[in-house]
């Protein structure tokens, strides 16, 4: 027998329980063929020698805004440590502005108020940008803010004359001008001036996001949200902007797209009027092991770090701040069962509790008229979840997304949003464990660094940037942080017959690491590098 690749010498977990460790794999056509005695007399087109690292399955990003996460690379970075103050931020806006030319669009992503203590405002970046229009996105994606340009080449000259916009906020002066900020649904006149993206640009994007995850040690991620401009899609052609970026090998990361819902149409010659699919019945599932069709996602509410994420108290000190909900219950139900009836897994971003209960009332009507016992269903974020809500979610079947980076990263801004007796409850993973749902590992890159390695740390810590323990309770072992990245995730999206565990028949996706993640005190997780990746036996990343 003549093998593609061994790859010997190294400290492999394979997190399968039947053979939980090896010296040496073997992979052939892309998947793996065998573990050490089993390739003793097989030769092998290249030996690979990992020099005794530690070895583990490749890790799968639950969440992962692939497109957006290029696209902020590629743009001027505004994320806390590269602005401390509005000052700075200004200063950055004005020497970006300079080096582009008079009517370029100025593009910014990342800032966030929390360390600002204040949002930019379109007087302010008006000061700086040299007449060009500006957009500067909030680290969260569900706020921008733009300056007199921007709102003027939308068709309001002088901020004058905009309209609200149902779900969406819109702050305003003391003349009813908008200040510059737009939250959720409000951003969409302006996001309407620079998208759709040309496939030159999301192909940059997607290449640029494709290296940082491999480096990473990413060798799966879930695209949560394509084809909706007016979200996080970037044009409508987006899933032939991935397969061509497949074929031409500059999306290398294995690719699980979600359609958003309003890419979904209903079907006039159905007798079910309900239905809520795209044409042929296409549905969840379609592709190969490099670029599939995920789920059908939905936004339900904003950001909790915004402060607009749906509650059904109100926000800490702001008693009429209950946050916004993108979609009364009543459609929210209505894209659920639509899709849910058409075949699709659904995934609705769902962040505070009062959009959770939404969600999972809906979910229960759809499966109360159309059971599918295998679903899968997802709630993404199910940031601030009670123990009646775990317990629904886990009854239902349905699959909590949360982002143990987020403790660290914005876990003092959220502590600070709700009252001290419902801090505890916000973005859990333990008692998701506890209730038997299995869980998994995301970033929601770029929201937080796509690096895998910082959010296991705080997934097992769970220590605010503040020094604070946000939720003891809900610390999970290396172990189970580590099966959450991997099979976890592969699981959320019903592959994990293809990835997530070391064995034969498997896709051969694995990383090699600088030491041994149960071996070193969880405080040095987040210090260690990703030495190798190899996606399909074959190594695309070394460092």
């Given at each position: 027998m003549r093998v593609d690749t061994i790859f010997t010498n190294a400290r492999i977990r394979t997190l399968d329980p039947e053979r939980p460790t090896a010296r040496s794999i073997g992979a052939l056509n892309g998947r793996i063929v065998g573990f050490d005695e089993e390739l003793e007399g097989v030769d092998a087109a290249q030996v690979v020698d990992l020099d005794g690292q530690p070895v583990l399955p490749g890790f799968h990003d639950a969440h992962h805004h692939l497109s957006l996460t290029g696209f902020r690379l590629a743009s001027l970075n505004l994320r806390p440590g590269a602005v401390n103050s509005l000052d700075e931020l200004y200063?950055?806006?004005?020497?970006?502005?300079?080096?582009?030319?008079?009517?370029?669009?100025?593009?910014?992503?990342?800032?966030?108020?929390?360390?600002?203590?204040?949002?930019?405002?379109a007087e302010g970046l008006d000061r700086v940008a040299g007449g060009r229009p500006v957009i500067l996105e909030h680290v969260s994606g569900h706020m921008m803010v733009a300056n007199t340009r921007a709102f003027e080449l939308a068709g309001y000259t002088g901020r004058e004359g905009v309209p609200d916009i149902a779900g969406g906020g819109i702050p305003r002066d003391r003349d009813g001008r908008p200040?510059?900020?737009l939250q959720e649904s409000a951003m969409a006149p302006i996001l309407a001036l620079v998208r759709p993206m040309g496939l030159d640009e999301v192909q940059r994007n997607l290449g640029l996001a494709s290296d940082q995850a491999l480096s990473y040690g990413l060798t799966s991620v879930t695209e949560p949200g394509i084809g909706e401009i007016r979200?996080?899609?970037?044009?409508?052609?987006?899933?032939?902007?991935?397969?061509?970026?497949?074929?031409?090998?500059?999306?290398?990361?294995?690719?699980?797209?979600?359609?958003?819902?309003?890419?979904?149409?209903?079907?006039?010659?159905?007798?079910?009027?309900?239905?809520?699919?795209?044409?042929?019945?296409?549905?969840?599932?379609?592709?190969?092991?490099?670029?599939?069709?995920?789920?059908?996602?939905?936004?339900?509410?904003?950001?909790?770090?915004?402060?607009?994420?749906?509650?059904?108290?109100?926000?800490?000190?702001?008693?009429?701040?209950?946050?916004?909900?993108?979609?009364?219950?009543?459609?929210?139900?209505?894209?659920?069962?639509?899709?849910?009836?058409?075949?699709?897994?659904?995934?609705?971003?769902?962040?505070?509790?009062?959009?959770?209960?939404?969600?999972?009332?809906?979910?229960?009507?759809?499966?109360?008229?159309?059971?599918?016992p295998e679903v899968r269903h997802r709630i993404e974020h199910f940031a601030l979840a009670s123990d009646d809500d775990i317990a629904r979610a886990a009854r239902l079947g349905v699959i909590p997304v949360p982002q143990g980076v987020f403790v660290s990263d914005f876990g003092d801004g959220m502590a600070a949003a709700v009252a001290a007796d419902?801090?505890?409850?916000?973005?859990?993973?333990r008692s998701l464990a506890d209730a038997g749902i299995v869980i998994n590992g995301s970033t929601d890159s770029p929201i937080s660094d796509a690096n895998p390695l910082v959010s296991l740390r705080d997934m097992v810590l769970r220590r605010t940037s503040g020094g604070v323990v946000l939720g003891e309770r809900e610390r999970v072992t290396v172990d189970q942080a580590v099966r959450a990245y991997t099979f976890g995730s592969a699981y959320a999206v019903g592959q994990e017959h293809a990835t997530g565990t070391l064995k034969a028949g498997m896709l051969a996706d694995f990383i090699a690491l600088s030491d041994d993640l149960y071996d070193i005190d969880p405080e040095r997780i987040a210090e260690q590098q990703v030495t190798t990746t190899v996606v399909g036996g074959e190594v695309v990343f070394e460092r």
């Open positions: 200063e950055a806006v004005r020497e970006h502005a300079e080096g582009l030319a008079p009517e370029a669009w100025v593009r910014g992503s990342g800032y966030d108020q929390n360390f600002l203590e204040a949002h930019p405002t200040e510059g900020l979200m996080v899609g970037n044009s409508p052609l987006d899933y032939h902007a991935y397969q061509t970026a497949v074929e031409q090998r500059t999306l290398r990361v294995r690719t699980t797209l979600m359609p958003y819902i309003t890419v979904l149409h209903p079907f006039t010659d159905l007798p079910d009027k309900d239905v809520l699919g795209l044409d042929l019945g296409i549905r969840t599932g379609l592709g190969d092991d490099r670029l599939r069709v995920g789920p059908v996602k939905i936004v339900a509410d904003g950001s909790f770090i915004g402060r607009s994420a749906a509650m059904h108290a109100c926000f800490h000190g702001e008693a009429e701040n209950f946050g916004v909900l993108l979609h009364e219950p009543d459609a929210l139900r209505d894209y659920i069962v639509g899709a849910h009836l058409a075949g699709w897994t659904v995934a609705t971003h769902a962040i505070g509790d009062r959009a959770i209960t939404h969600v999972l009332d809906a979910i229960e009507h759809a499966q109360s008229i159309a059971p599918r419902r801090r505890d409850d916000i973005y859990r993973v």
